[in-house]
């Protein structure tokens, strides 16, 4: 049987080391490519060991690719520069849409030739119908992950493959542990990749941590913080403020080194915008389609209504109130077979 060539990124995680079992089934040949991504990374490392060690055992070729200088550049200063500007950067989502994807249709290319497929590890699902391709939701809710595929351009769809889109995690361990693949004891992270041990103030810098003003909407000032960098939009913890009624940050002003405080009932909202658009189903904003919406990663999309949508900003309205939605996280909208329609980024956070 003749195999397909493809090009898998693999971290050495489970995820795309059963992507690679998966791949092999189905008739495909691919080649791993392990990116690398942070200052200490080297092809030594632990992910990248694992990633050669599966590709071995699964007797599959294996590359490196160094992506150091455009990941430092493209995603960990916007991310910094927006927790200074007081927003809730999502770089995972930045990074797909700005590095990874790009990088490895690029490396597919030139490693294999032009129009090879590229496949990775995400629990998230391509529908090909009539000549087309469009971003679906994961079979499993809990690990879906088309939310930070969602600025991922119409037309890199049509070669993308997510082997794992109809599978749970467990699946996956199963198909990496019957491989005998050491990746399938990996544990789970939900850690940032480039900040490892989970805090990301250590990359913030010292100006993200000056004394300011905790204040409420009417601008009295109800306590000092140290510094708008351990905020985020709808935090209650560490406020540093005592009230007869739980708080939440309700706005975090890098700008004025000013974090508001409010109620909790403050923070719900019916309206959201979102600017920097990515249309995957133009016909879906444009007619009555049914959508639902999501503005943070976890839980399922919630019906809403599409409000405006001019361009370059689209506003909805959610059926049920939203807590705290975040600029710099995403908006994303999906009709009702779970296909993305849209992904965008909060941008105006609107009133009841």
Known sequence: MTETPCLLLASGGV????????LRREGYLPTLVTLLLLPGDTPEGPGPGRARRAA????????????????AREVVAPFREAYLRGRTPNPCADCNGRIKFRAALAAAET??????????????????EGGRATLARGRDGKRDQSYFLAG??????????????????????RLAREAGLEAAETPDSMELCFVPGGD????LGPEAFREGPVVDPSGRVLGTHEGVGNFT?????GLGVSSPEPLYVREVDGGRNRVTVDRREALLTHLVRGGGVNVLIPEALRGKT?????????????????????GAFLTVRFHQPQFAPAPGQRLVLYDGQGRVVAGSTL??????
Do not use: N
């Not at 795309?16 to 998966?22: E, F, G, I, K």
């Not at 007797?59 to 150091?68: A, E, F, G, S, V």
């Not at 990301?200 to 990359?203: A, D, G, Q, S």
């Not at 941008?347 to 009841?352: D, F, K, N």
């Open 347 to 352: 941008e105006l956070l609107m009133p009841l």
């Open 290 to 310: 049914k959508l639902f919406g999501k503005v943070r990663s976890q839980g399922e999309p919630g019906p809403c209504s599409l409000e405006s949508w001019d």
């Open 152 to 173: 991922l351009p119409s037309s890199l769809l049509s070669r993308l493959l997510f082997p794992l889109g109809d599978l749970s995690k467990e699946d996956a361990r």
């Open 56 to 71: 071995e055992r699964l007797d599959l070729p294996h590359r490196i690719l160094d992506l150091r200088e455009p990941f």
């Open 111 to 128: 490693l294999l030739g032009a129009d090879v497929p590229v496949a990775t590890g995400h629990y998230a699902r391509i529908l090909r």
């Open 233 to 237: 939009r709808g935090q209650r913890k």
């Open 15 to 22: 995820d795309s080391c059963a992507a690679a079992v998966l």
């Open 200 to 203: 990301y103030r250590k990359l």
